[in-house]
């Protein structure tokens, strides 16, 4: 019992990253386009179809407003996606988890592996999107290259969240709730749409709690090229959090299939 | 040398036991069985070897080396063909293989040259690009054996190997189970097929409800519990009083299964001659040789009247 807070992690957690990018590498190109064409959906109806409606936004039209928000979405969804349907699929149909743990490799490597391969579908989904407001000339600012460095941190941060609901809910049913109770929300309360300065004090104060905000905050104000302090507060709320969510997640993950 | 010890031996899960504190060893390059009924306590066993399933209490020592604090190292020298298919389904049959390999840090030009070689032993050489979803139950066996040999291991554990296959499939996974052996690969296998355990261990244990009944050779077994032949009365149960008083000298035990009476004889010709000259007669005497489902019946007590 005295070791069960210890993790056991060597590099061969690159390994288990590795089979997934594999098994990624003859499906990319379907898999890529479908992820990226639900946020293009978003932009063209919501930045050039309700933008029309929409007065200007601290100085920005709709659509300079939403596009570099869409990319902190859209690399919520992706690694959300990947770690609960994704993984339990892994773990429970498939037991690739199973075959993997009777090799040298431990399952606190399979959980990270699983965060990091959540990370990097975070990192690849939300560059495409940034990628595309590149080319539709919604960038402002050469701060934008840092985004990609925004949205592995958020990664390894909803991975681990979406793995910690696993290990609390481990069913397939329960994703549902987690999309429409947590994910959703996130989606819809912190900043992608409506700044938040509109909102109730208590609502704003909510919303801090919100780890998308503050992915939101970073990629807006690095595309607009709106830099400074509360950026780096930003940054660093994300990094805490998912410093201690990670752990968390790894722990309830071995609980689950280790008995 | 044992390469397998097992000391007083507990698994439970969330309270209830599994294993029940069981004292075994294996020996170097033998075939080793666990034969028992489903939930015996067989699959705990063998995940506890490596490290699956945390060991509740007592002690394993597999390859000297204690599990709780070793399975790193124990795993890399373990082949392990779990109970039920865990190939990869994302990969083609020769890539599962090849990310199987990568797990033991193999470098990928000697994991290529074994994994081809495996293949070719188990026959799956014009497969090496199917999806493993579109392979036979037999072919999937075989490759998942393939793959836990893919480190080169000193001991292969097989949890149920042949359930599922057709009895030809089945034929073809011994064989290759056989050859294994001959290599001087310890093998350890659990089972529920009485054929399995004869045609391949050369020691085994007997679980049921977490307990070890008994240990020995298979030859050894049916010796101590039955000897060589076995009678079977058909409708016989009903006079078994009487027949075992009557025969209690020519007969070395005896048990009713369901209406059946199964007498284990000293001689079985003599005795069966003996009572098909008796006033009553019963509906069919069977005298065949005994096998280690006898042994089991007997250990168990399973078909013993309620």
Known sequence: MSNTLRMDISPRVFKVFRRHLTVYRRNWKVSLSFNFFEPLLYLAAMGYGLGVYVQAIEGL?????????????????SSSYECTYGTFIRMEFQKTFQAMVATPVSMDEV??????????KSFLYGSVILFVILVLGLVASPWALLVPGVLLVSGLLFASLSMIWIGLFPNIDSFNYYFSLVITPLFLFSGVFFPLS?????????????????????????????VGMHLVWDFVWLVVVAAVLMPIAIHLMRRLVIR | MDIITARNLVKEYNGLRAVNGINFSVHRQ???????PNGAGKTS???????FSPITAGELHVLGLDVTHHAREIKARLGIVPQENNLDLDLKVLQNLLVYASFFNIPEREARARALEHLEFFGLSDKLDAKVDHLS?????????ARALINNPEIVILDEPTTGLDPQARHTVWQRLRHLRSRGVTIILTTHYLEEAAQLCDRLIIMDHGDILDEGTPGELLERHVGAEVLEIGQGAAAADNLT???????????????????????????LSRLQNLPQQFD?????PATLEDVFLKLTGRGLKE
């Open chain 1, 111 to 120: 959980s990270l592996g699983e965060i990091l391969w959540g990370s990097f």
């Open chain 2, 284 to 288: 069919h005497y069977l005298l065949r």
């Open chain 1, 198 to 226: 509109g909102l109730p004090a208590i609502a704003q104060t909510l919303a801090w709690a919100s780890p998308l905000l503050h992915v939101v905050n970073l990629t807006r104000g690095l595309v607009l090229g709106n």
């Open chain 2, 30 to 36: 033998e075939c080793f069985g666990i034969l028992g």
């Open chain 2, 137 to 145: 139950g037999g072919m999937k066996r075989r490759l998942t054996i």
């Open chain 1, 61 to 77: 039209t709709f659509i300079q407003f939403l596009a570099p928000a869409l990319i902190a979405s859209s690399a919520m969804f």
């Open chain 2, 45 to 51: 066993t063998v995940r506890m070897m490596f490290g």
């Open chain 2, 245 to 271: 008083k009557q025969f209690h000298n020519d007969i070395r035990g005896h048990l009713e299964v369901g209406d059946n009476l199964v007498l284990y004889p000293l001689n079985g010709r003599e005795l």
